[in-house]
């Protein structure tokens, strides 16, 4: 497996993009990572596709792209997301974990030429009024994180090495995926992410006209058996546990249970022994996640 990056244009400026090259590689995947995260929440995923030659980005506010002006929103993140599947050729499978899955969503809607199908790992639909207190309450905890400065890179891991959600699934990648995210100098290093973009962002998934529109076509488009047009294949993976490492998840079973109702097409997979962050970030979840894209590519 090869790993390099490379920067795409995108309004403002040079969007960052990981890639991983497997050695088998017969076609690409475009990977979208959560509200704080950036690209290297991938690398454990990439290892078990090495058929695939996987591209993330670094979204603006996020990673090294950090600096690009703040066009923030699930539509400008789509449109972003649209020019480096341009860069690399498209149609693409896409798939896209918790903020990545809603613009995931509104990239297959404003840009369904360019998307092939797409995989949403724990995001991407409206939370239930209940799950969405609990996500919200587990938001301000993170967004603390985003504002604390740390001694040293050392303080900012061993932070995350304490974290509940990876106490039992450390590992060289996700301590990887914790130094590239330490920016700053002693004795204020931070993480990458820009909070006025964090909370730009998930001001936008409540409000998000691209997003209601497009989640509106997926459910009008199934609920009638799909037409010309209608909305890509579409796969959710949920997981049982949160930010903590706690149940039932940002998708409780009930509001899952409502979503299949209302998204009759999407195939809802439960992805065992994992929590909001390990479903990407840990062996277990890698595997469930590398099994769903491979499923999808067909």
Do not use: C
């Amino acid at each position: 497996m090869t790993y390099s990056t490379f920067d795409v244009p995108v309004p403002g400026g040079p969007m960052r993009v990981g890639r991983w090259s497997g050695p088998e590689a017969t076609t690409t995947v475009v990977a979208v990572h959560g509200i704080t995260a950036h690209h290297l929440a991938w690398a454990l995923v990439a290892q078990e596709l090495p058929e695939v030659d996987l591209v993330a980005p670094d979204l603006r506010g996020r990673g090294r792209s950090r600096d690009l002006p703040p066009e923030v929103g699930m539509a400008a993140h789509a449109d972003d997301v649209a020019a480096v599947i341009r860069e690399v050729g498209g149609p693409v499978v896409v798939v896209g974990h918790s903020m990545g899955g809603f613009v995931a969503a509104v990239l297959a809607h404003r840009h369904p030429d360019l998307v092939s199908g797409v995989v949403l790992v724990d995001g991407g639909f409206p939370f239930a009024s209940g799950d969405a207190e609990t996500t919200q309450a587990g938001l301000e905890l993170i967004k603390n994180r985003l504002r604390a400065r740390f001694p040293s890179v050392e303080d900012y891991v061993e932070l995350f090495r304490a974290h509940p959600a990876f106490v039992d699934d450390w590992s060289d990648a996700v301590e990887g995926y914790v130094r590239y995210d330490a920016i700053g100098e002693t004795p204020e290093h931070h993480s990458s992410a820009v909070l006025d973009a964090v909370v730009a962002d998930q001001r936008d998934i409540a409000a998000s006209d691209a997003l209601t529109d497009a989640l509106a076509a997926l459910a009008e488009s199934e609920a009638s058996g799909g037409s010309d047009g209608a909305p890509v294949r579409t796969m959710f993976l949920r997981a049982p546990r949160g930010f903590v490492d706690d149940p039932p998840g940002l998708y409780s079973p009930e509001a899952t249970t409502e979503l299949r109702s209302q998204y009759p097409a999407v195939e809802f997979r439960e992805i065992e022994g994992v929590n909001h962050y390990t479903i990407t970030l840990g062996r277990r979840g890698a595997r469930a996640v590398a099994t769903a894209v491979r499923d999808m590519i067909g």
